[in-house]
Antibody, heavy 121, light 107 residues
Framework: EVQLLESGGGFVQPGESLRLSCAGS????????MAWVRQAPGKGLEWVSG????????LYADSVKGRFSIARDNSKNTLYLQLNTLRADDTAVYYC??????????????WGQGTLVSVSS | DIQMTQSPSSLSASVGDRVTLTCRAS??????LNWYQQTPGKAPKVLIY???SLQSGAPSRFSGSGSGTDFTLTITRLQPEDSATYYC?????????FGQGTRLEIK
């Protein structure tokens, strides 16, 4: 069974940093592109960032470009999202997500349970 | 960015009804359109990918159609567990954008 388990969320002040982690199990981690999708309280879904299976290509939403950084360690079956210079509008549940292939994101076929990031002074 | 617009924003229907949800893209996205279902407090899950392909494990009462800019998700024989918010998403280009969602209430 595919499982994605996020961790690292929490409460921070504007300007601070956090690192989210997502541990994958039940599949060959390196064979799948991964992504982060977030959902602000009471709002819709926003794709944040994606990374190919080999980690060679990364993409970001304009809203986080230059502040967030996605990475993966295939030896540890773990996906990361480094969140820097956090703002109040970054407050959201962050979902770890898996694409069905290694080199793109045609759809998301598995999701984690989400981790809450709350940014407030 | 490609804008995705869903309609209606919300609707209410009864068990056994047939409902149709609509999603419109701001430009031609071919068949690169997916539908997700999200119940409160839970992660989304994919129902339909590539406009009309039913995800393994999704109930057969869900079906998708359309191409280009206009797409529909149809749910036949509504069940109480279909109460959820439904999102469409385009995947022809990054950033992968979602519609704002349609909230479906079962009376």
């Amino acid at each position: 069974e595919v499982q994605l388990l996020e961790s690292g969320g929490g409460f921070v002040q504007p300007g601070e940093s956090l690192r989210l982690s997502c541990a994958g199990s039940g599949f060959t981690f390196s064979n799948f592109a991964m992504a982060w999708v977030r959902q602000a309280p009471g709002k819709g879904l926003e794709w944040v960032s994606g990374i190919t299976g080999d980690g060679g290509s990364t993409l970001y939403a304009d809203s986080v470009k230059g502040r967030f950084s996605i990475a993966r360690d295939n030896s540890k079956n773990t996906l990361y999202l480094q969140l820097n210079t956090l703002r109040a509008d970054d407050t959201a549940v962050y979902y770890c997500a898996r694409a069905p292939g290694s080199s793109g994101w045609p759809w998301i076929d598995s999701w984690g349970q989400g981790t809450l990031v709350s940014v407030s002074s | 960015d490609i804008q995705m617009t869903q309609s209606p924003s919300s609707l209410s229907a009864s068990v056994g009804d047939r409902v149709t949800l609509t999603c419109r893209a701001s430009q031609n996205i071919g068949h690169y359109l997916n539908w997700y279902q999200q119940t409160p407090g839970k992660a989304p899950k994919v129902l339909i990918y590539s406009a009309s392909s039913l995800q393994s494990g999704a109930p057969s009462r869900f079906s998708g159609s359309g191409s280009g800019t206009d797409f529909t998700l149809t749910i036949t024989r509504l069940q109480p567990e279909d109460s959820a918010t439904y999102y469409c998403q385009q995947s022809i280009t990054t950033p992968l954008t979602f519609g704002q969602g349609t909230r479906l209430e079962i009376k």
